[in-house]
């Protein structure tokens, strides 16, 4: 696509999922030049991301999500937006450039206005064998199902936290999965109260209706959590606390994830002010640093309709729109309370931090565990002592983990917020006066 580029924007979002789609389109409507930056290879992020055709083919209930992400994909190509996939930001050289790479180089991303839209990933708690091969995030293992992993007559379990493991278990379930169980580490009591609750969201209860139908049958275990995972090459077995009863159980799969963890990484190589982990917004979802807007998952876990409202509200505001922005208002706050339902209902119980044993792998990329972490009393000293979190995934899956386990806090963040090429990090350095010497032209 291209070596050393430079693009110039009015408006430029990154992250293509709901939220970026939504604020990338509503921008775009309103006349201004906007681009859209992901680093998948097409727009949707994590829900709407393409299933492989031979998964479309079986995939009866995708109709109506497919429905509204075919509605927005439209939006952001018939308003003129510029989209610029498989491409991944890494850093931010000076104010009101950004530096994203690919496969074939780099190039300089110029902008008046910036809507972060990075979404959130898994949280992963490790516990013993959860580095064994086939056990995976619950929303990883959708994924890689939707990139073509046959599941068909495997036997998976899905256990965890949080609303995306029924989804993914109805997803495995019609691929032709077996789920042997679902685990749920609340409690029966904050599930019956967020039923309860679901009565203020008529739309979400017809949700929770339609998933339940589709596992129908799956044995669904609350106060249950994975307490470890065996198998000689890869995983064969699972051990459960079901309950405060022990049981293990054969499977071909572990689908595992404690609810969802913002990716607030450029947002803070920004400056962005982060509170509780979120980036902090204000009515117009602006955030603390003058020109950068933020919406969907980075400002709080609420689901795609959440995303979609932030999204537009920020597109709207990115290009000064202000009267429009304040129409959703009202809805924002009402999909605002939903995120706070599910933060009380999904919270993580502090029993959790007793599944590690010594010899657990907590930074899987450095190799260390969770004996030579626990004499350490800040994230800071532990990296520096034993190089948790400066590997591959800089700290995206220990991070958080530690985070819940010593209750640290992970301070700054360096570039690359990505692992970045040899050619991009030399950039960094001068990439103006690379591009000038390289003599590429403005777009
Ligand atoms: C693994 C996973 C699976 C999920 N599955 C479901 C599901 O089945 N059903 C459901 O209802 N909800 C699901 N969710 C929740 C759902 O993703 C959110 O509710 C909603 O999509 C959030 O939208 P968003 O636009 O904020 O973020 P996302 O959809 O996460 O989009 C963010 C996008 O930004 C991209 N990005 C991040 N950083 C960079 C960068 N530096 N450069 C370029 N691009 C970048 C990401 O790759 C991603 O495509 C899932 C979440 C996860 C993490």
């Not at 309709?305 to 922005?325: D, H």
């Amino acid at each position: 696509m291209m070596r050393e580029a430079r693009h110039h924007f009015d408006v430029l979002v990154i992250g293509g999922g709901p939220a970026g789609m939504a604020a990338a389109a509503r921008a775009a409507e309103c006349g201004v030049r906007v681009g859209i930056v992901d680093d998948n290879f097409s727009l949707g992020g994590q829900i709407w991301r393409g299933d492989s055709d031979d998964n479309q083919k079986h995939d009866k209930q995708s109709d109506a999500q497919r429905g509204e992400a075919a509605r927005w994909a439209d939006r952001v190509r018939t308003s003129g937006v510029t989209a610029l996939c498989e491409l991944r930001v890494v850093h931010q050289p000076e104010t009101g450039v950004l530096l994203a790479e690919n496969l074939d180089g780099f190039c300089e991303l110029r902008y008046a206005n910036l809507i972060l839209a990075t979404g959130a990933r898994e949280r992963f708690l490790p516990f013993p064998g959860w580095t064994l091969p086939n056990v995976m995030g619950a929303g990883g293992l959708q994924t890689m199902v939707k990139c073509g992993l046959p599941i068909r007559g495997k036997r998976v379990i899905v256990a965890g936290t949080g609303p995306l493991l029924l989804a993914v278990a109805a997803y495995l379930r019609r691929h032709g999965a077996e789920i042997a169980v679902i685990c749920e580490q609340a409690s029966w009591g904050s599930l019956a109260k967020f039923g309860v609750a679901l009565l203020n969201w008529p739309a979400k209860i017809l949700q929770a209706l339609h998933l339940k139908r589709e596992i129908a049958g799956v044995p669904f275990a609350t106060n249950s959590w994975p307490v470890a995972a065996h198998g000689k090459k890869a995983l064969e077995s699972v051990t459960i606390s079901l309950a405060g009863r022990v049981e293990t159980i054969p499977c071909d799969y572990l689908g595992c994830g404690f609810h969802l963890v913002p990716n607030v990484e450029l947002a803070l190589l920004l400056s962005c002010g982060v509170r509780n982990g979120f980036v902090q917004v204000d009515d117009f979802q602006k955030t603390t640093v003058s020109s950068v807007f933020c919406a969907g998952e980075l400002t709080s876990i609420g689901g795609v309709e959440l995303a979609l409202i932030e999204g537009q509200i920020a597109g709207l505001a990115a290009a000064e729109r202000t009267s429009e922005a304040k129409a959703l208002f009202g809805d924002r706050q009402n999909a605002r309370r939903f995120a706070q339902l599910l933060d009380r209902t999904f919270r993580l119980r502090s029993k959790l931090r007793s599944l590690p044993s010594p010899e657990t792998i907590v930074c899987r990329c450095e190799d260390v565990s969770y004996s030579r972490l626990r004499g350490y009393t800040s994230w800071r000293a532990a990296k520096l002592h034993t190089r948790c979190g400066m590997g591959t995934c800089q700290g995206r899956v220990c991070g958080p983990a530690t985070q819940f386990l010593f209750e640290w806090t992970p301070d700054s963040v360096r570039p690359p917020v990505l692992p970045a090429r040899i050619e991009t990090l030399a950039a960094i350095a001068g990439p103006s006066e690379m591009l000038q010497s390289q003599g590429t032209g403005e777009y």
